[in-house]
């Protein structure tokens, strides 16, 4: 489907189908009748109480606006445009218009129950019934199942037949028998009969079920939703519990064991909220016995957000992750709020104008309805404190955290990274370093690329915000950061102290360059009195061999004798910078992609690369940035 993404066949002698025991569980735990987090809209105790609520008021507003636009032009024809012009920007804003319409109308007409939606709820859907297919364009790229020649399920398809699920339970009532009949005929054919076949012959099963990120608990989260709110028979809904169970290690393996994220906290948001979504309904499903939250590793992985806040409100941006990317709310408060969950001991009770029904997307129904109707108090929940640690460090992950002292009168702080090159959502940035000052990113990875056909394509890592060039990493020989999992940069040595923090990476692993020797990076913070960060490189070669250092920064520069000044506003840090080689050579260069906020009012500054370098080939180097707030 995608560039490296691609069916497969199961080896003789091996099963993707779950345990009949195990389907047998949860056949005996499970409901009789079929289920959501939301109830059937016919339960107008439930919903009601959702009508002065300021989200009902709000659903109810967007609905009647979007009651009086005309239907978003998603069709074939826009399907056949994104793959001959190889633009997918039409399409994607065509299908999540379309899913926000699914959501919102269903909520509306829920909560307020007046009918006054139900004719467009069942226009949207018959339009969806006409498409050749309802996955995006870039997962068939040679339009089999544009054709209807086959049914592979990806990101947009599986949330389309959620929406259709929920439907067909929420307001089932309210529907006639021909357009609940058209509802379940759709998922079937489209949906659970394509991959179960699969799934049971062994044969051309859908690439996401063994992959280590977001797809697969996105996906299978969705199966297990669609079973319990559309499929009649009991047996049938605990084949796809069971299967969902067996499966979602995939999801969970692609953390190390300190809860990092790879994909960054804004794919945390995705991945992990629909994680949770599927441990809840599994838990909801078999009256609380099973609970896939229930294990240290899993916990750690949704404390992550909490660990890795740098400074209030900051996160880190590597991999595919919006500069001003932040954890989703709800899902970072879910462990605490949860029914039947007993708070964190750190936990405080959220400011009275905090809203975490607000930071929903209106794209996906199982956060909201979780929200709604799974949490202890949704409308006075708790959260975690913002953490006051000196340092939080991640240690299979290579990555640290490092924030001033409690006393200190500027907020000065700085990330380091290592591990491969080879995550999910990768970017070539072995030895990335990020500084802060005062809620300030002045040197930094600049995020993730506008998406496009290329991302995720085999010319992924032509992007200047994708490779190492755009990050503050060296190049070698010319040469940057090679891709994949063996192209490791290692901790050599940590040592925490209250004042500093020391750590040293290996990037000798992140180049293919036959002359390196030796490339090591050394980090040092110190968090007395205004805080200082001092990156070392120290490089060998076999014979003389280019070196460029960089740095990456949005602020203005100004330069001066071994010093550049890096100013946004008011808030400004020196570099001061020498080598081992005498001068260093300076130039400056943009980065000639877009960059990207999540709050789409804001335009971001375009970064610029400042590379450093010695005016001749060397041997043997050893470069030192030193860094303070000015």
């Known amino acids: 489907m995608g560039a490296y993404d691609f069916n497969f066949d199961v080896p003789q002698g091996e099963s993707f189908e779950p345990n009949p025991e195990r389907v047998a569980a949860y056949a005996q735990l499970m409901p009789q009748g079929n289920f959501a987090f939301a109830p059937c809209v016919s339960d107008r105790e439930a919903w009601t109480r959702w009508q002065q609520d300021p989200f009902g008021q709000q659903v109810l507003q967007e609905a009647r606006k979007l009651a009086q636009q005309p239907t978003p032009p998603l069709d074939d024809a826009a399907f056949n445009r994104c793959l001959d012009d190889n633009s997918v920007t039409e399409i994607n804003q065509l299908m999540p218009a379309v899913r926000t319409r699914c959501t919102v109308f269903l909520l509306a007409e829920a909560i307020f129950d007046t009918g006054e939606f139900l004719a467009v709820i069942e226009a949207d859907a018959r339009s969806l019934g006409r498409l050749g297919t309802w996955i995006h364009p870039g997962n068939d790229l040679d339009r089999k199942n544009l054709r209807r020649e086959t049914h592979d399920n990806d990101l947009a398809s599986c949330h389309t037949a959620v929406n259709f699920a929920h439907f067909h339970y929420i307001l089932g009532p309210r529907l006639s028998v021909d357009f609940r009949n058209y509802l379940s005929t759709e998922v079937d054919r489209r949906f659970f009969n394509p991959l179960r076949s699969r799934i049971e012959a062994g044969r051309d099963i859908d690439w996401w079920l063994i992959v280590k990120h977001n797809w697969n608990s996105v996906c299978l989260s969705c199966y297990a939703h669609a079973a319990a709110a559309m499929l009649p028979h009991a047996e049938d809904r605990a084949w796809w519990f069971a299967f969902a169970e067996m499966h979602t290690y995939n999801f969970t393996d692609g953390f190390a064991d300190d809860g990092l994220c790879t994909e960054g906290v804004a794919y945390w948001g995705y991945g992990v909220s629909h994680f949770f979504s599927l441990a809840e309904i599994i838990r909801q499903g078999t009256g609380n016995v099973v609970d896939l939250l229930d294990t240290p590793k899993v916990r750690r992985i949704a404390r992550f957000p909490d660990r890795s806040e740098i400074q209030p409100g900051i996160w880190p941006a590597f991999c595919d992750c919006f500069l001003d990317a932040k954890p989703m709310a709800w899902a970072r408060m ?230 550049l000044h890096l100013a946004d506003g008011d808030t400004a840090i020196t570099v001061d910078y020498t080598s081992s080689s005498g001068p260093l050579s300076i130039t400056q260069s943009g980065i000639n992609e877009p960059v990207t906020l999540q709050d789409k009012s804001k335009t971001p500054p375009q970064p610029t690369r400042i590379a450093l370098s010695p005016t001749a080939k060397v041997t043997t180097l050893t470069v030192s940035f030193v860094i303070k707030p000015a």
């Not at 591990?419 to 990875?445: A, E, P, R």
């Not at 990493?473 to 050599?492: E, K, S």
């Not at 990476?505 to 390196?516: A, E, F, H, K, V």
């Open 334 to 563: 879910w462990l605490d709020n949860r029914v039947a969950s007993q708070p964190d001991e750190l936990t405080e009770a959220v400011p009275a104008d905090f809203d975490p029904l607000a930071d929903m997307k209106l794209q996906f129904t199982d956060g909201i309805f979780m929200w709604m109707f799974r949490t202890r108090a949704p409308r006075q929940p708790v959260r975690r404190r913002t953490s006051t640690d000196l340092r939080d460090f991640f240690a299979p992950s290579h990555f640290l955290i490092c924030r001033p002292a409690p006393a200190t009168k500027r907020a000065f702080s700085a990330t380091f990274l290592g591990g491969n090159n080879g995550v999910n959502h990768n970017h070539n940035d072995l030895g990335t370093f990020t500084v802060l000052l005062d809620g300030k990113s002045l040197i930094y990875d600049p995020g993730l690329e506008v998406y496009g056909m290329r991302t995720f394509s085999k010319q992924r890592y032509e992007s200047q915000l994708l490779n190492s060039y755009g990050h503050p990493v060296p190049r070698i020989g010319g040469q940057m950061q090679a891709t994949g999992p063996t192209h490791q940069a290692p901790t050599l040595l940590t040592e925490f102290t209250r004042d500093t923090d020391r750590m040293v990476l290996d990037l000798r692993g992140g180049y293919d360059c036959p002359t390196l020797r030796k490339l090591e990076r050394e980090f040092v913070y110190d968090r007395r009195g205004d805080g200082s960060l001092t990156i070392t490189d120290k490089v060998e070669f076999s014979e003389p061999t280019e070196f460029e250092s960089a740095l990456i920064t949005p602020a203005k520069i100004t330069e001066s004798t071994g010093r």
